[in-house]
């Protein structure tokens, strides 16, 4: 069972950047994807970003263009570097490891990014 730690979160302006990081304590290359996922107050969580073992990516319609996952396999983290945030972008952002054999999903405890002037 992988431990999921999120960090660098924080207070921003708008059109600010932000690099968020999740350290993950074993391997993530076994997993069938990395991912980032968000909880705006008052609604649900959904998928930010993710990445697949083949380095492959996808992201979330209204982050494309302005938000890149990637990942270190050494250090087994995954990152999501943030730019011209906009208030929308406030949330818990929490990092997620997908083991999709055996039907779990293993979460952070997230991280809060605040977007506002």
């Known amino acids: 069972q992988v431990q999921l730690e999120e960090s660098g979160g924080g207070l921003v302006q708008p059109g600010e950047s932000l690099r968020l990081s999740c350290a993950a304590s074993g391997s993530i290359v076994t997993y069938d994807a990395m991912s980032w996922y968000r909880q705006p107050p008052r609604t649900h969580r959904e998928l930010v970003a993710s990445?697949?073992?083949?380095?492959?990516?996808n992201y979330a319609d209204d982050v494309r263009g302005r938000f890149t996952i990637s990942k270190d396999i050494v250090q087994n983290k995954i990152y999501l570097q943030m730019t011209n945030l906009t208030p929308e972008d406030t949330a818990v952002y929490y990092c997620?490891?997908?083991?999709?054999?055996?039907?779990?999903?293993?979460w952070g405890n997230g991280t809060p990014v605040t977007v506002s002037a």
């Open positions: 990445i697949f073992p083949n380095d492959g990516t």
């Open positions: 997620n490891a997908l083991d999709y054999d055996n039907y779990i999903n293993y």
